[in-house]
């Protein structure tokens, strides 16, 4: 026996998405068609917090000696690598299984979002461009495309689909009657199984077929039209800018009303450069574009109410179940504090309470926890009766306290905008802060509104000075940065905010630079 007549093949999953189920089909394949194989798994947990591997060997060798397996993948030595979820992909390729000599890669490109990608004050998803260039980079071969997307088209799963594009990659010695044979010996969910097989196999066999499909999978609904006169405003901007104003009015048409989108391009207006603008001030357009959009369709009470009653939502979660005859029952775990309960209310009546809960309760609210069985008449009505309060939303207390912060955020942008272009962007992004429910709603809140107000100090003392508004703007990126990466970093801001302060008004605009670009050892 010798090396080469080893076929290894490995499987990275999370928790759920049946890399087990496949790992098994693939065995009991190969011993159908005669193979000498072996199967190992390395058990972990679903968030990602320990590795979940499945692990395969084939003897393809016809001398009669007896095959030596190996209980893991060698680091390089790897032929096949079939990763449910793309994020697998680029794990594997750190740990160095994938090799651009050997290895063929079949991937689903779709993303379940990790720990650390989901706790991230700021944005912190890894982005599929570079996962993608990484896989092709890596792999000898890479069969890549939206498994997910197309099982759920079709009624199956995801790791049937991968187990029909691993046949018809050729890169196994293991026949297609076998994988069938494979599947309908488990006698679970046969039938869309080996409609998810076929599939898979279609992929491979048709990949240009299989971009449309998955494309058509992933597409989604066509939005509706704009009215015409938000239609013939976003096409006079220019494109780059038009391109997100067109989301944000989509987004907040469904979050509220024709008017109120109305309400975000008049907000919006005036940071629309002209079509010949230059790069500076198309940014920050696309930046308080997308920024004021996501403020304004802030998520209160209503809007929670609103999408957990919707019949979509319903359909979507009976969809995943296999059994259709089974009872479907949908408890919805709410917790809301008397900041959000009120907050829907009419800002005159609550006001006054409001206030004194601030006095009363100034490191945090009570919460009122529930358990609403939403699939019920009465759990139902419950939250859809609270879903009809939007046409308030307008005149209600956490209306008008969002919308004074936006405010007065928009008018920082402009004082800035009025000083220089690099400043305003920064200050527009500071929006990026304002996020969560409840308690760490408010604590970002005022580190906002804490940020704001120290740029725009830095930056009256720097048009004092007349030399630039470089230290503003790099105090603002630092203390945005220090927020983003988490309460240890929050903790740090008033004191390097402090400091850079003292630096500008001992006319040590450098040491202001250097103090905000330092980072805690």
Same mark, same amino acid.
């Given at each position: 026996?010798?090396?080469?007549?080893?076929?290894?093949?490995l499987?990275?999953?999370?928790?759920?998405?049946g890399?087990?189920?496949?790992?098994?089909?693939?065995v009991?394949?190969?011993?159908?068609?005669?193979?000498?194989?072996?199967?190992?798994?390395?058990?972990g947990?679903?968030q990602?917090?320990?590795?979940?591997?499945?692990?395969?060997?084939?003897?393809?060798?016809?001398?009669?000696?007896?095959?030596?397996?190996?209980l893991?993948?060698?680091?390089?030595?790897?032929?096949?690598?079939?990763?449910?979820?793309?994020?697998?992909?680029?794990?594997?390729?750190?740990?160095?299984?994938?090799?651009?000599?050997? *290895?063929?890669?079949?991937?689903?490109?779709?993303?379940?979002?990790s720990?650390?990608?989901?706790?991230?004050? +700021?944005?912190?998803i890894?982005?599929?461009?570079?996962l993608q260039?990484?896989?092709?980079?890596?792999?000898? @071969?890479?069969?890549?495309?939206?498994?997910?997307?197309?099982?759920?088209?079709?009624?199956t799963?995801?790791?049937?689909?991968?187990?029909?594009?691993?046949?018809?990659?050729?890169?196994?010695?293991?026949?297609?009657?076998?994988?069938?044979?494979?599947i309908?010996?488990?006698?679970?969910?046969?039938?869309?199984n080996?409609?998810?097989?076929?599939?898979?196999?279609?992929?491979?066999? !048709?990949?240009?077929?299989?971009?449309?499909?998955?494309?058509?999978?992933?597409?989604?609904?066509?939005?509706?039209?704009?009215?015409?006169?938000?239609?013939?405003?976003?096409?006079?901007?220019?494109?780059?800018?038009?391109?997100?104003?067109?989301? +944000?009015?989509?987004?907040?048409?469904?979050?509220?009303?024709?008017?109120? &989108?109305?309400?975000?391009?008049?907000?919006?207006?005036?940071?629309?450069?002209?079509?010949?603008?230059?790069?500076?001030?198309m940014?920050?357009?696309?930046?308080?574009?997308?920024?004021?959009?996501?403020?304004?369709?802030?998520?209160?009470?209503?809007?929670?109410?609103?999408?957990k *009653?919707?019949?979509?939502?319903?359909?979507?979660?009976?969809?995943?179940?296999?059994?259709?005859?089974?009872?479907?029952?949908v408890?919805?775990?709410?917790?809301?504090?008397?900041?959000?309960i009120?907050?829907?209310?009419?800002?005159?009546?609550?006001?006054p309470?409001?206030?004194?809960?601030?006095?009363?309760?100034?490191?945090?609210?009570?919460?009122?926890?529930?358990?609403?069985?939403?699939?019920?008449?009465?759990?139902?009505?419950?939250?859809?009766?609270?879903?009809?309060?939007?046409?308030?939303?307008?005149? !209600?207390? @956490?209306?008008?306290?969002?919308?004074?912060?936006?405010?007065?955020?928009?008018?920082?942008?402009?004082?800035?905008?009025?000083?220089?272009?690099?400043?305003?962007?920064e200050? &527009?992004?500071?929006?990026?802060?304002?996020?969560?429910?409840g308690?760490?709603?408010?604590r970002?809140?005022?580190?906002?509104?804490?940020?704001?107000? *120290?740029?725009?100090?830095?930056?009256?003392?720097?048009?004092?000075? +007349?030399?630039?508004?470089?230290?503003? *703007?790099?105090?603002?990126?630092?203390?945005?940065?220090l927020?983003?990466?988490?309460?240890d970093?929050?903790?740090?801001?008033?004191?390097?905010?402090?400091?850079a302060?003292?630096?500008l008004?001992?006319?040590?605009?450098?040491?202001?630079?250097e103090?905000?670009?330092?980072?805690?050892?």
């Amino acid at each position: 026996m010798s090396a080469s007549d080893i076929i290894s093949l490995l499987i990275p999953a999370v928790g759920g998405q049946g890399g087990g189920v496949l790992s098994e089909w693939v065995v009991d394949a190969g011993l159908e068609d005669g193979l000498r194989v072996h199967g190992t798994s390395i058990p972990g947990v679903a968030q990602r917090t320990g590795s979940t591997t499945y692990y395969v060997e084939l003897h393809t060798g016809r001398d009669g000696g007896e095959p030596a397996f190996s209980l893991y993948p060698v680091p390089g030595a790897l032929d096949v690598l079939v990763a449910p979820e793309f994020l697998e992909v680029g794990r594997m390729i750190e740990l160095g299984f994938v090799s651009p000599a050997r *290895t063929t890669v079949i991937a689903s490109t779709h993303r379940l979002y990790s720990i650390h990608e989901k706790i991230a004050t +700021g944005r912190a998803i890894y982005p599929h461009e570079g996962l993608q260039r990484a896989a092709q980079s890596a792999a000898r @071969r890479l069969v890549a495309f939206d498994a997910l997307a197309l099982a759920r088209e079709h009624g199956t799963e995801a790791n049937a689909v991968l187990l029909g594009a691993l046949a018809g990659s050729g890169v196994v010695p293991i026949s297609e009657s076998a994988f069938r044979m494979a599947i309908e010996r488990r006698g679970v969910a046969v039938k869309s199984n080996l409609v998810g097989f076929e599939l898979g196999l279609s992929i491979v066999r !048709s990949p240009g077929a299989a971009a449309t499909r998955a494309g058509e999978a992933s597409s989604g609904a066509t939005p509706d039209a704009l009215p015409v006169d938000i239609q013939t405003e976003v096409e006079g901007m220019p494109r780059e800018v038009g391109e997100i104003v067109v989301r +944000g009015v989509q987004r907040l048409i469904d979050y509220q009303d024709v008017a109120y &989108a109305r309400r975000y391009l008049e907000l919006l207006r005036p940071f629309v450069p002209a079509v010949t603008a230059g790069a500076a001030d198309m940014e920050l357009a696309r930046v308080v574009a997308r920024y004021l959009a996501l403020w304004m369709s802030y998520e209160d009470a209503v809007r929670v109410a609103e999408l957990k *009653t919707r019949p979509g939502r319903f359909a979507r979660i009976r969809s995943t179940v296999r059994d259709r005859g089974a009872a479907v029952v949908v408890t919805d775990y709410l917790k809301p504090d008397l900041d959000e309960i009120w907050g829907v209310l009419p800002d005159r009546l609550v006001r006054p309470l409001a206030r004194w809960a601030e006095r009363r309760w100034p490191h945090g609210r009570p919460t009122v926890g529930q358990h609403v069985r939403t699939t019920t008449v009465n759990g139902y009505l419950r939250v859809w009766l609270l879903a009809r309060l939007k046409p308030l939303r307008p005149i !209600s207390y @956490r209306a008008r306290e969002e919308h004074a912060r936006i405010a007065r955020w928009l008018g920082a942008v402009r004082a800035c905008a009025a000083r220089d272009v690099a400043l305003a962007v920064e200050m &527009a992004q500071t929006a990026q802060l304002v996020k969560g429910y409840g308690d760490v709603r408010r604590r970002m809140v005022a580190l906002h509104e804490h940020l704001v107000a *120290t740029s725009l100090t830095a930056m009256e003392i720097e048009a004092r000075r +007349g030399k630039g508004f470089s230290a503003s *703007t790099a105090l603002a990126a630092r203390l945005r940065g220090l927020v983003l990466e988490g309460p240890d970093g929050e903790a740090q801001v008033p004191a390097m905010a402090a400091a850079a302060l003292a630096r500008l008004e001992a006319d040590d605009a450098s040491g202001a630079i250097e103090r905000a670009q330092a980072r805690s050892a």
